[in-house]
């Protein structure tokens, strides 16, 4: 089966500009997931999707962070305006399960450098 | 408060075991998952562990103490390949969340 697929892969803006990333999760996968993975540190969950739903967003900066699900499919993460501490790289997730009960499939991520 | 805590950085000699060791607190618990990640790649799933107790899977193994806190992964035979980041992520119950450790670099040496 086709993985979580991720547009575009590498982006590099300069700060103050807007960005948009792109998800395409495994078919049939009901939870979705962003994560931003700071250079050596782990991933860290920004949203997470049930359907077209938002289960969690507790850690979203909401000021220059939004994301949709529209559908319940595919997903676009969009940081206005970024700043130099967003560069990291997205991670769009899926998993099978309601409430991140099975593994999660990472897409191969977007690579974010603001300067 | 929710924390993960694993070595930052481990190194083993090919062939032998190792043992990466990981502890969690979170708001609830209902299971540990391990994945790997390779430099510049997406993380791939290893392990879930919902239950005390050990879980093998050919050269890798999982174990989990919930009383403790605390789980390890176990990597036998290791091969040059198996140079990589293993993440420990620890799922909550509160709204179902992973929270994934900083990560471990095993460096797999000749």
């Known amino acids: 089966e086709a993985g979580v697929a991720q547009s575009p892969r590498y982006k590099i803006i300069e700060k103050r500009q807007s960005v948009a990333f792109w998800c395409n999760p495994i078919?049939?996968?009901?939870?979705l997931y962003w994560y931003q993975q700071i250079l050596g540190q782990g991933p860290k969950l920004l949203i997470q999707f049930q359907n077209n739903g938002v289960v969690d967003d507790s850690q979203l900066p909401k000021d220059r962070f939004s994301a949709e699900r529209l559908k319940g499919v595919d997903s676009t993460l969009k940081i206005q305006p970024a700043k130099l501490e967003d560069s990291a790289v997205y991670l769009c997730a899926s998993s099978l399960g309601a409430g991140g009960l099975k593994e999660q499939y990472f897409g191969p991520g977007t690579r974010l450098t603001v300067t | 408060g929710q924390n993960i805590d694993q070595p930052t950085e481990m190194t083993a000699t090919e062939g032998a075991i190792v043992q990466i060791n990981c502890t969690y607190q979170?708001?609830?618990?209902?299971?540990l998952f391990w994945y790997q990640q390779h430099a510049g790649e997406a993380p791939t799933f290893l392990s879930y562990n919902v239950l005390d107790g050990l879980e093998e899977k050919g050269r890798f193994s999982s174990f989990l103490s919930r009383s403790k806190g605390y789980s390890y992964l176990l990597l036998k035979e290791l091969q040059m390949k198996d140079s990589a980041s293993y993440l420990c992520?620890?799922?909550?119950?509160?709204?179902?969340?992973?929270?994934f450790g900083a990560g471990t670099r095993l460096f797999v040496k000749a």
């Open positions: 992520a620890a799922l909550n119950t509160g709204g179902f969340k992973t929270i």
């Open positions: 979170t708001s609830g618990f209902n299971g």
């Open positions: 078919s049939g996968h009901a939870t």
